[in-house]
């Protein structure tokens, strides 16, 4: 059985930090990438960051320089450093995990005060 275990999210002030970090389990087949995606509340969900393998990454414009990805191979773990974080920044995030499927987490709460 696949899980995404996501942790990390919360209630911070602008311009604070926050770390997400998401625990993948169950996958039997190799990970091609790991990511997170965003939805604000009447918006479409949106790419944040992306990670490869090969550990080539991908950011949306509007949080390059400010957000950092990583993820830990052995562990099937990704990381989403979240840093001058903004009242735009607030939504739910979703871990995303490629493989021979697509799979997505349950979503953790960013909310951004200003």
């Given at each position: 059985?696949?899980?995404?275990?996501?942790?990390?999210?919360?209630?911070?002030?602008?311009?604070?930090?926050?770390?997400?970090?998401?625990?993948?389990?169950?996958?039997?087949?190799?990970?091609n990438?790991?990511?997170?995606?965003?939805?604000?509340?009447?918006?479409?969900?949106?790419?944040?960051?992306?990670?490869?393998?090969?550990?080539?990454?991908?950011?949306?414009?509007?949080?390059?320089?400010?957000?950092?990805?990583?993820?830990?191979?052995?562990?099937?773990?990704?990381?989403?450093?979240?840093?001058?974080?903004?009242?735009?920044?607030?939504?739910?995030?979703?871990?995303?995990?490629?493989?021979?499927?697509d799979?997505?987490?349950?979503?953790?709460?960013?909310?951004?005060?200003?």
């Amino acid at each position: 059985q696949v899980q995404l275990v996501e942790s990390g999210g919360g209630l911070v002030q602008a311009g604070g930090s926050l770390r997400l970090s998401c625990a993948a389990s169950g996958i039997i087949f190799s990970i091609n990438g790991m990511g997170w995606y965003r939805q604000a509340p009447g918006k479409q969900r949106e790419l944040v960051a992306f990670i490869t393998s090969g550990g080539s990454t991908n950011y949306a414009d509007s949080v390059k320089d400010r957000f950092t990805i990583s993820r830990d191979n052995a562990k099937n773990t990704v990381y989403l450093q979240m840093g001058s974080l903004k009242p735009e920044d607030t939504a739910v995030y979703y871990c995303n995990v490629r493989a021979r499927n697509d799979y997505w987490g349950q979503g953790t709460q960013v909310t951004v005060s200003s």
